[in-house]
Structures are given as C-alpha cells and as structure tokens.
C-alpha cells in the first residue's frame, strides 16, 4: 500500500510536462511551468525576474500583468522554497486585485494555486474547496483544458484522502474530454491514476488493464521517463500478483531504460526492485550485486526512502550468506538511516502543523475579501434594480412606437398582399386559358390520331364485305395483317391515353418502394426480347449488380417499357440497344440507347411536349401514339427523376432518367 501511494505521488511530481504540451491555452501551460521538475533557472534569479516584472507592471499600471506576477512570485515560493506564509501572501494580494477589477477568469488559477497550497500542508479539505471554486468559474467561460485539469487535481486529492471511488469518477469524467483536448499524454496520466486507484482497491486485473492502455499510449508519443515508471509500476503489480517472471522482465526493461535516460532517482528503485526479487528467489549474490548499485544510485539522487531499503535488503543479504561483517556494517546503516528518516518525517510533520496553522491566519483575510464581495454584489445588484426600471421605461415607451409603427406596416404589408393575391389570380387566369387552349390542341391531336387507325379499319372492312370473292388467300392474309397492326395501334393509342388522364385525374396511386433497377431492366428486357428477334436486333443489359433505387416500381416499368419498345422501333434489323444503371452521387442514372436513325435537335425539342404532335415510323414502318413519351416525363417526374435523350441522325439514340437511391 505504502509503495502505491508513493509511486502515485512520484506520478505527480513527473507528468505535469504532460500539461505544458496544451500550448492552445497559454495560461495552463504557464502555471504548469512552476511545477516541473528541471527548472532553467535559479530559485533566487526566478525570484528577482518575477520581483522586477511585478513593479514594472504596477509602475505602469497594468493591473493583468501585475496579477499574473504575484501568482508567479506566490507558485515560486510553494514549489521551489517551500516558504508557504509568502505564497499565501502574494495569492491573497492577486485575489484582492481579481475581485476588485471583477476579474473572475483570473481567479481560476489563484484557486488552483491555493488548493495545491493546502494539499502542501496536509488539509485536504481545504484543498477541495479550493478546487470547486475554479470549478465553479470554469463553468461560466467553459474551458475543456482547464476543467481537465481542475477535475484531475480533485482526482488526485480524493485519492490522498482515501476517497477511491470519487477519485475514479473524476478521472473517469478526465477521458470524456480526452478527444476534446487533444493531447494522449492527459489521456495517459489519467489511465495511469486509474490503475493506481484500482491496484488500492486490490482489483488487480482492472488495474493492469489501465497500466498497459496507459503504457500503450507513452510509446506512442515517446515519453520514455513515464515508459520506464509505467513498467516500473507493472513489475511491482505482478509481484502483487505472485507472477514473479513477469515481474521481473518489466522491472528489467524499466532498468535498461532509466540508464539509458541516466535517471539517478529511477535507477535506484529499479535496482532496488531487481535486486529485492533476486533475494526473494535466494539468489543473494545477484541481489548484491543490484543493491549495491541501486544504493549508489539512490545517494546520488539523495534518495533516502531507497536508500534505506537499499541498506536494509544488503544487510539481511550480508547475513543470510555468512558475510557476517559486512552485515554488521549496513546493519549499523540501517539504523542511522532510519533514524534520520523518522526525524525528517517528524520535522516534517512539525513543519506541515505549523505551516497549516499560519495559513488558516491567513484564511481570515480571504474571508473578509469575500464578505466585501458580497457587499460590493449586492451595492451593484441595487443599481441594476434601478438601472433595469430605467430600461423598462423606455422599453415601454419603445413598444408603444413599435405598435403604432407595426400597423401602419401591417396596413401597408395587407395592402400589397391583396396587390400579390390580384396579380396571383390574374396570372392564374391567363394560365388556365393558355391550358384551356393547350387541352383543344391535344384533343385535336388525339382525334386526328385515332381517326387514321378507324379510316384503315373502315377501308379493311369494306374491302373484305365487298371483294372478299375476287381477293386471294394471300390477299385476305395480309389485309389480316394490316388490320391486326392497325387495331394493335389503336390499342397502344387508347392504352396510354388512359394511363396519361390517370395520371392527369391523380387516379394511379404512387406506392414509392425500394427497387432493384437491375431486375427491372431485365424483367422488361426478357418481355421484348421477342419483339426485338422479330428484327434481329440484340438487346444487352450492361447493369449486372442490384442497384437499388427508391421509385414505384410500376410507374418506372412502364417507364422502361415505353422506351424500349420506342428503341426497337426505330432500330433496324441487325442493330443493337443498351441497356444500363449507373450510380451517380446520390441518384441512379439509367439509360436506353440504341443504333436507331436517330433524330435531328429540332425534332427533339418537340419531344415529351403535349402541346406539339410528334410521331415518325418505325423502321419497319410501325405507328407511335404520341403519348409513350410524355407518360414517360409524367411518371419519371413524379418519382422525384429528370428524364432526357441525346441524339445524333444516323447514330442512334440514348433516353435517359435519373431516379433517388
């Protein structure tokens, strides 16, 4: 427990750099800064700069600047001289300015600051209610890097205060802003203080879990210090877990590391840990050699924590071989080392009680900043309550304008409706007689169109009453025949003049579905087919995959029918029509082309109009009604499609429309 807790505070101490990677906000990376572990300069030289900065600052009045320096000078003091009465001065004195010049997006970091000053002397308490003060502002300018940073410091004192599960749901609310904030190593510090939490609740799986994920992470980005503490970490968990083979293969890759980065403090709880697993298997010559080593190592870094187990694992090792001597020699050590360690931990102690009672003197003073805030708030809340009846006076007064101005405007705007309504119906009214007209030309045409086929079936029947004697079998055979293309005509005509004043009257219901235009193409390819063998003309079908659309499946049959048969029509015998379907965004364009007589740009510019009659022979001089193509527009146009032909005399013809997918 006692090696957790300590490695969660080294964590502490090593990835604040992580934060100073948020250079989006400047403010963070400055106050994360003074909490690095190399510092580029002095402790006295940071001091004086910050001094200097501080009077240039007041001499010319910027009060901003004069703020962010005696933070500087207040954060100097607590992470660096420990000096915590200077600290608590210069951040009253910033917050005394803050709140006087109604700064409260400056006062984040002062609470920040004096929250990590009372988790310096030990009052956690404090400490958090500090930290849901610059939470509290937080919420107001919304800032994800900084309440990233509220939510994992309030993590880490629920954590010390041995409030797990709190703890975990701060740094569970940390990753939810992790692709906010755009920086893995936040991502992998939180993972990391996950698995510590979880590794106190003796949940080890969990927090091996997190450990890799977290491990993951610091490769990916390079960060081989937090590499080294991550599989570090690993190896002291497999030891929990009685898995003393993976234990050791991550504490050796955590020591080849660390000497690489030549990291004195590292190396000696690498040592110290490779060299303990060794004397856990017996092997007390090995555990020498590592100790020895990973005592070196701790005095260089003036570690005493390490050192004295470095002493304490050399002793008991000493002994257990018989080297009597040397025993007694770390034995004597030992006790000198712990002694210094109590005594350091007792003054320690005395200091953190002493420095928590000057600084809950020095709370008064915040609290009186507080209560003349308040006093300050309400004097400014009475003069809104005037300055508000002000406003709603002249609110009045302008709403009292607006109303005589809105009906003189709503007088004026009634008056240029009825205009727009007069001027609606006139244009209606000359639209329904151009209709009017548009209908007596169409019923003309249609007369004039089913007149040929009668006049046929009336000569066809007078000769065959009054010649049907003198005509031949042959004769009487193809007068057969003429009638059957003559009736079929008539049949075709009266076909889709139903189907069009259908459509006209709203009497074909439109059932939208989705559809596969492969399977229409060869549902009607497979129908005419025979049709077009008549004139020895192919029909190939080049949409081989299921495409499918979003249509009536009867309205786009009919659609594809009409052109086919329109196709065959004008093609000759031993020419070719295609079939095809190709996606084009979010629409599917499908075409008939053939190798037909193609037609001319004037005789296209009449087609699929009912206003104008257009129908030509077929190459084996078939009749059209006229009105296949203009069904064709209605019933692609209501499927939501556009419909075309593009045209070249004597090259063909290609029909196309596009229908939503």
């Not at 151009?434 to 169409?442: I, R, Y």
């Not at 057969?480 to 075709?492: G, P, V």
């Not at 209605?634 to 196309?656: A, D, L, Q, W």
């Amino acid at each position: 427990m006692i090696k957790v807790i300590f490695s969660l505070l080294c964590l502490l101490l090593v990835t604040p750099q992580a934060f100073a990677q948020l250079e989006v906000d400047p403010e963070i990376a400055w106050y994360e800064r003074h909490f690095q572990e190399k510092k580029s300069k002095s402790v006295d030289q940071a001091l004086e700069e910050a001094t200097y900065d501080l009077q240039s600052a007041h001499r010319a009045g910027d009060f901003p600047r004069e703020i962010k320096s005696l933070k500087s000078i207040a954060l100097i003091h607590l992470t660096q001289t420990h000096l915590v009465e200077h600290a608590m001065n210069n951040f009253i004195r910033a917050l005394h300015l803050e709140d006087s010049l109604d700064l409260k997006d400056k006062q984040l970091f002062t609470f920040l600051g004096l929250a990590k000053l009372w988790e310096e002397v030990g009052d956690y308490e404090r400490s958090t209610t500090f930290l849901q003060d610059a939470l509290a502002i937080d919420e107001q300018y919304k800032s994800p890097v900084r309440l990233v940073r509220i939510l994992n410091e309030m993590g880490n004192i629920n954590a010390l205060q041995g409030k797990l599960d709190n703890a975990l749901e701060n740094y569970h609310l940390v990753l939810k802003y992790k692709d906010v904030v755009a920086d893995p190593s936040v991502e992998a510090k939180t993972l990391f203080q996950i698995a510590q939490v979880h590794e106190l609740q003796s949940k080890y799986s969990e927090s091996l879990e997190r450990y890799k994920e977290s491990l993951t992470i610091y490769r990916s980005i390079g960060d081989k210090k937090n590499e080294a503490l991550l599989l570090n970490d690993i190896g002291e968990l497999y030891r929990r877990m009685k898995n003393s083979e993976k234990s050791m293969a991550n504490h050796t890759i955590a020591l080849k590391l660390r000497q690489r980065l030549k990291d004195d403090h590292g190396l000696s709880v690498s040592y110290n840990n490779v060299g303990e697993l060794y004397f856990e298997k017996k092997n007390y010559q090995q555990a020498i050699a590592n100790l020895r080593l990973g005592l070196k190592a701790a005095r260089e870094s003036q570690n005493q924590i390490e050192i004295r187990k470095s002493v304490d694992y050399l002793y008991q090792s000493y002994k257990l071989i018989g080297d009597y001597r040397q025993a007694i020699e770390y034995q004597e050590e030992l006790a000198a080392i712990t002694e210094f360690i109590l005594n350091d931990a007792n003054e320690k102690q005395l200091l953190e009680v002493t420095n928590r009672f000057t600084l809950e003197q020095k709370e008064v003073r915040i609290n009186k900043l507080e209560t003349k805030s308040i006093v300050q708030q309400e004097k400014i809340e009475e003069q809104q309550q005037f300055r508000n009846f002000l406003f709603v006076l002249i609110a009045l007064g302008c709403v009292i304008v607006a109303l005589i101005f809105y009906m003189y405007l709503s007088k004026k705007r009634s008056n240029k409706i009825l205009e727009v309504a007069n001027t609606a119906v006139q244009e209606k009214n000359e639209a329904l007689i151009a209709l009017n007209a548009t209908k007596d030309k169409f019923f003309s045409i249609i007369s004039h169109d089913l007149k040929g086929p009668l006049n046929s079936l009336t000569s066809f029947s007078g000769l065959l009453i009054n010649h049907s004697d003198s005509l031949s079998k042959e004769e009487i055979k193809m007068l057969a025949q003429d009638l059957d293309k003559s009736l079929k005509n008539l049949f075709a005509l009266l076909e889709n003049l139903l189907e069009w004043s259908r459509s006209q009257t709203g009497n074909i219901e439109f059932k939208p579905e989705v559809i596969d235009m492969m399977e229409v193409l060869d549902v009607n390819k497979s129908l005419l087919e025979a049709q077009a063998a008549n004139k020895q003309i192919a029909i190939a079908n080049l949409c081989v995959t299921p495409l499918r659309v979003h249509a009536d499946k009867n309205s786009i049959t009919t659609v594809v029918r009409n052109l086919l048969s329109n196709a065959i029509k004008f093609t000759p015998p031993g020419g070719t029509i295609t079939l095809n379907a190709k996606e084009n965004g979010t629409s599917v364009n499908v075409s008939i082309a053939d190798t037909g007589v193609g037609m001319p740009k004037e005789v296209m510019e009449k087609l699929f109009r009912i206003d104008t009659k257009h129908s030509t022979k077929g190459t084996a001089n078939e009749k059209g009604t006229g009105l296949g193509l203009i069904l064709c527009k209605e019933f692609v146009e209501k499927n939501g499609g556009h419909i075309g032909v593009e045209s070249e005399v004597g090259k063909g013809s290609t029909f196309y429309f596009s229908l939503k997918k």
